[in-house]
C-alpha cells in the first residue's frame, strides 16, 4: 500500500494519495513537502517509487527492502551521474513486549530523508507512524512544515513506545521475584533464562539504536538543521535513560537467577542432610540385625541360658536404645 501526502511550508495539508506520476512534478517544487509511506509494499511497488522516482542509491534500496539486524543511518551525497538529491538512510527499530509470551516483538522503519522529502518503509502497520500521520494532518503542531520535524516525531513516538513494553517486563521480573521465593522450580527457571535472552536482545537493538540517535544529536548531518538539533537531543538523553534502564533489568534477572540457584542449592543441602539423618540413625539397626541375624542358637554369647531364650527380645531392645540415643544426641546439637 502507497500513501502520499504532500503538505505546504506552513504545515498544511496541500494534496494526499496522489498518482505516482504527480510526485516528480510536487518534487521540483520548493515549496511543497512530500512524503511517501510504503506500508506493505509488494517488492514492484517498492522499487517503483524508490528507484522510479526518488532513484535513491541502489544498496540503500536494497538496505531498505531486505531486513537489516541492526540499526543504522547512511548519508548519500550525489556523485557523478547519480540522479537523486542528497538524503539520509535510516534504519531504525520499535519493539514491542507481549507479556503473554514473554517476548520482544521488533519491528524494523526504514526512512528516507531529503531536503523535501520523507519516504517510510515498514512492513506491518506501526502505531508511530499512524500518529505521527493523524498529528501531521490535524496540524499539531505544524510538525509536517518540513522532512526533519517529521523525522523527529518518528524518532519521538519509536522512544516513546519502549515505555510500555518496560513496565510490562519489570511486572513480569516482579512476578518472577515472588514466584522464586514462594514457588521455585523448573518452570520458573525457564522463565528466568527466556526473560533474560529477551532483555539481552533488548539491549543489542538499544546499543546500535543509540548511536544512531546520538548522530543526529550531535548534528552530523546538514540535513538536520540547527534549531532542531536540541529536540533530536531529547530523543537521545530519554534514550540513554530506557538503555540504563534496560541494563538495570538484566541486573535484577541476574540477581533473581542468583537466588533461585541458591535456593536450589539449599534444597539439596537439605535433602542430603534428612537423607543422612535416616542413614545415621538406622545405622544401629543395620549393625545389630546384621551382626545377629536373628540366627541366636549359632551364636556363642547366647548359645545357653538367659540370651539363648530371650535372644530376640534382647536384640530388639539394644536396637530401639542405640536409636533412641543417636535420635536424642542429634536433637541435643540442633541438628534437626
Known amino acids: 500500500m502507497i500513501r502520499s501526502f504532500a503538505f505546504t511550508t506552513q504545515g498544511r495539508l496541500h494534496s494526499k494519495d496522489l498518482d505516482i506520476f504527480l510526485m516528480p512534478t510536487l518534487l521540483a517544487d520548493t515549496n511543497l513537502f512530500l512524503w511517501v509511506d510504503l506500508e506493505r509494499a509488494t517488492e514492484e511497488e517498492a522499487r517503483r517509487v524508490l528507484d522510479g522516482i526518488f532513484h535513491f542509491h541502489p544498496l540503500s534500496i536494497l538496505d531498505c527492502i531486505e531486513e537489516s539486524p541492526s540499526p543504522k543511518v547512511e548519508e548519500y ?80 513516538a519509536l522512544v516513546e513506545n519502549y515505555t510500555p513494553a518496560l513496565e510490562e517486563l519489570q511486572d513480569e521480573i516482579s512476578e518472577l521475584e515472588t514466584s522464586v521465593l ?67 533489568h538484566t541486573d535484577s534477572l541476574n540477581g533473581i537467577l542468583q537466588v533461585y540457584l541458591n535456593m536450589s542449592s539449599n534444597q539439596t543441602g537439605e535433602v542430603v542432610k534428612t537423607l543422612t539423618m535416616i542413614t545415621v540413625i538406622t545405622t544401629p539397626v543395620m549393625i545389630i540385625g546384621t551382626w545377629y541375624g536373628m540366627n541366636f542358637e549359632n551364636l556363642w554369647e547366647v548359645r545357653s541360658g538367659w540370651g539363648h531364650r530371650h535372644g530376640y527380645q534382647l536384640a530388639l531392645g539394644l536396637t530401639l536404645i542405640t536409636t533412641g540415643l543417636t535420635y536424642w544426641w542429634f536433637k541435643r546439637k540442633k541438628w534437626f
Open 182 to 248: 514462594q514457588r521455585p522450580g523448573k518452570d520458573t527457571l525457564n522463565r528466568i533464562i527466556q526473560i533474560k535472552k529477551e532483555v539481552h536482545q533488548l539491549r543489542r537493538i538499544i546499543g546500535p539504536q543509540r548511536e544512531v540517535l546520538a548522530r543526529f544529536a550531535a548534528g552530523d548531518f546538514k540535513l538536520i538543521r540547527p534549531h532542531l538539533l536540541p529536540y533530536f537531543r531529547d530523543v537521545y538523553d530519554r534514550h540513554y535513560q530506557i538503555g540504563e534502564l534496560a541494563h538495570s
Open 77 to 156: 551525497s550525489p556523485k557523478q551521474d547519480d540522479r537523486f538529491a542528497p538524503y539520509l538512510f535510516i534504519v531504525i527499530h520499535a519493539v514491542d513486549y507481549s507479556k503473554a509470551d514473554g517476548t520482544f516483538a521488533t519491528t524494523e522503519l526504514n526512512f528516507f530523508l531529503g531536503k523535501n522529502f520523507l519516504v517510510t518503509y515498514h512492513d506491518v502497520p506501526m502505531r508511530s507512524i499512524q500518529l505521527v500521520e493523524d498529528r501531521s494532518l490535524k496540524g499539531t503542531g505544524h510538525i509536517a512544515r518540513a522532512p526533519d520535524r517529521v523525522a523527529h516525531q518518528l524518532l519521538d
